[in-house]
């Protein structure tokens, strides 16, 4: 199974990268060579690389402009790449990676994957353990899929992918504003989730350990993108009238029915003093009766008193 540390000079040399993963591709470079030449490439400048790489394709092909044409005519230029530093939209385009790769490897028949496990990356993802991934590890993500797989049309469904997941986000900025940012409602959303069939077993947010409502949100919004309008927007108004029904039922349990009348001023009274404390008309009531402090019983003082004195 491939593991491809990314170097923090990705972006620079980048051509460099893509190139072994083409000949990664084509078994013109052997797997613990293309290691070996990752390991080396740290802390390099592109052209000492590309130098480097001329000598090492000299001993195999003439030299290594079929490998850059390559690369030049199948990656997408960085400068239109700005939309994988958008976080949510980050997270869609990733699970797309993840996914497509994924699907790769069990087409292939690959002995390493085991049943019914669907979140293998190609990247040594340890570093990130927790974290958000960086611009340049998606963007070799992408680099690896589109050359090493080597996928039909597959930088112009990405694109579409990106337009789908820049209108979920600006219809739905915060999809769960609803939720309060506690483990119950988690909890309760998680499982929400699951039985609309919104999978999150093999988001890559699980796979790196992310913040767990990363996770809602990014299975959240590959799912709608995926989806029709009508059934995102279905799931959002039915999930937010069965959390509004939740509170109430959360908010009644212990509680018992007073049936009563008092003066209208009253009522006006007690509406004014629950408006001014932001509580609700109940919640005053409990307050005032709190504060009241009830007569004792006299038989009960009695007693009291003789036990005291013996």
């Known amino acids: 199974m491939i593991s491809v540390d990314v170097n923090d000079n990705y972006l620079e040399c980048r051509q460099y990268y893509a190139v072994l993963f083409c000949m990664l591709s084509e078994k013109t470079l052997l797997p613990e060579d293309f290691y070996k030449m990752i390991i080396e490439a740290r802390g390099k400048?592109?052209?000492?690389?590309?130098?480097e790489l001329n000598q090492h394709v000299g001993n195999v092909l003439n030299n290594v402009d079929h490998y850059l044409r390559k690369v030049e005519r199948k990656t997408i230029p960085i400068e239109q790449l700005s939309f994988l530093r958008n976080e949510r939209i980050s997270f869609v385009i990733l699970n797309f990676l993840m996914k497509s790769y994924n699907k790769y490897l069990i087409e292939m028949g690959h002995k390493s994957i085991m049943a019914g496990v669907y979140n293998y990356s190609p990247l040594n993802l340890m570093p990130m353990m927790g974290k958000n991934i960086?611009?340049?590890?998606?963007?070799?993500?992408?680099?690896?899929?589109?050359?090493?797989?080597?996928?039909?049309?597959?930088?112009?469904?990405?694109?579409q992918m990106r337009d789908k997941a820049s209108s979920i986000t600006k219809e739905y900025p915060d999809p769960f504003s609803f939720l309060s940012k506690k483990t119950e409602a988690l909890k309760w959303i998680g499982e929400r989730m699951m039985r609309e069939n919104i999978a999150a077993d093999d988001d890559v947010n699980v796979l790196i350990k992310n913040q767990k409502w990363k996770i809602i949100v990014s299975c959240f919004d590959y799912w709608a993108v995926i989806s029709t309008v009508e059934r995102v927007k279905l799931f959002l108004f039915q999930t937010r009238k069965a959390w509004s029904q939740k509170k109430y039922r959360d908010g009644v349990k212990d509680k018992a029915v007073l049936n009563t009348y008092i003066s209208k001023s009253s009522m006006l009274k007690l509406k004014e003093i629950a408006k001014n404390h932001n509580k609700n008309i109940n919640e005053i009531i409990e307050a005032m009766i709190e504060e009241i402090v009830l007569p004792r019983d006299p038989l009960k003082e009695l007693i009291s008193l003789v036990e005291k004195k013996n």
């Open 134 to 159: 960086p611009f340049h590890y998606i963007v070799c993500f992408l680099d690896f899929v589109v050359l090493f797989m080597t996928p039909k049309d597959f930088n112009a469904i990405v694109f």
């Open 45 to 51: 400048n592109v052209n000492t690389l590309i130098r």
